[in-house]
């Protein structure tokens, strides 16, 4: 599904990937973790086509298709979906508005709004969501679990095939946390060839988005992967402890 | 709904028992919805007067003119007007008072447009009565090669306790324009409270890719930020719904 070979990034002239290589096949789960500002946003906003972010070097395939030329909008209608660390807060753009644009985009017809409605009344009903989110402005005062759980309607009603995670677990409490995570789990086992890139520092959202592989990024590569085991050790040893023993080699 | 077309610059009379029009003087007696629309005006000159205890809604628009505006709003005595506003004009060219003259008057000025020339609005607040409070909202597209100039101005005398005064004024770039938003708040009294933020900018690079990033086009992204923009500020009579989204609609992508 994705194959990212030998890519180099860079942003104010400075360099955050290097030489970076990842291929996730389909229905996988990976994992990257790695402590801060080592490239671990910087490789989701780069997959998704922000353009503040400059590729000196490399290729991302999807589907074998080269990425790096489409617009943003077209490696979504292509099935990538970025949830957002920080979802931006847009005031008078309303949540519903936004949605059904969004899905009209995506499939490329004009969305019903009966179906439009019974899609986002079961979506924030299987997220515990306020329902009334759906009617105010893009994320506007949210809480930081809401705009999370709205990062996560969007999965639903958008149906993506490969889902970037960008510390999804950030800013939510264990009980959001949980009911996200297993929405994404169920979207998942509904569609088995989604994949999955989670950037996390914390093992708990593994515990419902079981991982395949895990790697720890350092200096804009990866220096190791492992299996959730990995997540474990880390959140035990610390990232120095784990990696030691590689560089020492 | 009480609709007053102002045709050539002149209020055409028309009967009710709510309104008292006399030349260009339009005295408000009763409380409700009131449209004021301005048709094929070049320069046009109103007092409006709205009766004690009244509470006053009151939608503007003006589509199409090249147009200038002096208008005089007075408001008596424990009274509160509302004004939701929509220009979208070839030129705009306004200088308008709001004169708040009894104890807990209220004004609430929505204004949203789409500036495609030359655009000038000075708004005068004088707060001549204590705990009188006035709110400011301008939200303005600019379009390529447009001008738009805000200057408000918040005034309250020595003596005159216990006023609010907000402006928040937003001008959205569309391409180069040239744009000033000055805020001025005179005030004499020590207990008055005042809140501003003018802002100028084009669309945020964050929103656009926050969008995008959902498959929604550039264009398509712009012409949400837009509508959500100028929509927000304002509330607009079903009369009027279709009509501003289908001129909003047109800039997209631009």
């Not at chain 1, 955050?16 to 801060?36: R, T």
């Not at chain 1, 895990?214 to 959140?235: M, P, Q, R, S, W």
């Not at chain 2, 009274?79 to 807990?104: T, V």
């Amino acid at each position: 599904m994705l194959k990212i070979e030998n890519l180099s990034v860079n942003i104010n002239n400075k360099q955050i990937l290097n030489n970076f290589n990842l291929v996730i096949n389909n229905g996988e789960v990976h994992v990257i973790m790695g402590p801060n500002g080592v490239g671990k946003s910087t490789l989701s906003r780069v997959i998704m086509g922000d353009s503040n972010y400059i590729v000196t070097d490399g290729s991302i395939l999807f589907d074998g298709d080269n990425l790096l030329p489409l617009s943003v909008d077209e490696r979504a209608k292509r099935g990538i979906f970025l949830a957002m660390q920080n979802p931006v807060e847009i005031d008078g753009v309303s949540n519903q508005d936004f949605l059904r644009t969004a899905m009209s985009s995506i499939e490329n017809k004009q969305i019903g709004l009966y179906d439009f409605i019974l899609s986002c009344e079961k979506g924030a009903n299987d997220l515990s969501m306020n329902k009334e989110l759906i009617h105010r402005s893009l994320n506007t005062g949210f809480s930081g679990g809401e705009k999370k759980k709205n990062e996560v309607l969007q999965i639903k009603l958008l149906k993506p095939k490969f889902i970037i995670l960008d510390e999804l677990d950030s800013g939510l409490d264990v009980d959001s946390l949980r009911i996200c995570a297993e929405n994404i789990w169920k979207y998942k086992e509904g569609n088995k060839d989604t994949s999955i890139l989670i950037i996390t520092h914390h093992p708990k959202i593994l515990e419902y988005i079981k991982p395949d592989f895990v790697h720890i990024l350092e200096n804009g590569k990866i220096v190791k992967t492992g299996d959730y085991n990995l997540a474990l050790d880390i959140e035990k040893n610390g990232y120095n402890a784990v990696t030691k023993e590689d560089k020492n080699e | 709904m009480n609709k007053i077309s102002i045709v050539k610059n002149n209020v055409i009379p028309f009967d009710s028992s709510n309104i008292i029009i006399c030349n260009n003087n339009i005295s408000i007696l009763d409380s409700g919805n009131y449209v004021l629309e301005y048709i094929d005006c070049d320069d046009v000159k109103l007092n409006i007067h709205v009766d004690k205890n009244k509470c006053i809604n009151l939608f503007e628009y003006s589509y199409d003119n090249d147009i200038s505006v002096n208008n005089k709003y007075n408001i008596d005595k424990k009274a509160s007007l509302i004004i939701n506003k929509f220009y979208c004009n070839k030129n705009s060219n306004e200088n308008i008072d709001i004169n708040l003259n009894g104890e807990n008057v209220f004004v609430k000025y929505n204004f949203s447009s789409i500036s495609n020339g030359i655009d000038k609005y000075k708004i005068n607040i004088y707060h001549n009565a204590k705990k009188t409070n006035s709110d400011i909202f301008n939200k303005t597209i600019a379009k390529e090669s447009s001008s738009n100039y805000f200057d408000i101005n918040s005034y309250v005398e020595n003596g005159i306790i216990d006023t609010y005064l907000n402006q928040s004024t937003k001008i959205i770039t569309l391409g180069d324009s040239d744009n000033r938003i000055n805020p001025n708040m005179y005030t004499y009294d020590n207990s008055t409270t005042a809140v501003h933020s003018s802002v100028i900018g084009s669309v945020s690079e964050d929103e656009l890719f926050y969008l995008m990033s959902r498959g929604i086009s550039y264009d398509e992204s712009i012409r949400l930020i837009v509508k959500g923009t100028l929509l927000s500020n304002i509330n607009i009579p079903c009369e009027y719904w279709q009509e501003i989204n289908d001129i909003i609609d047109t800039l997209g992508g631009e």
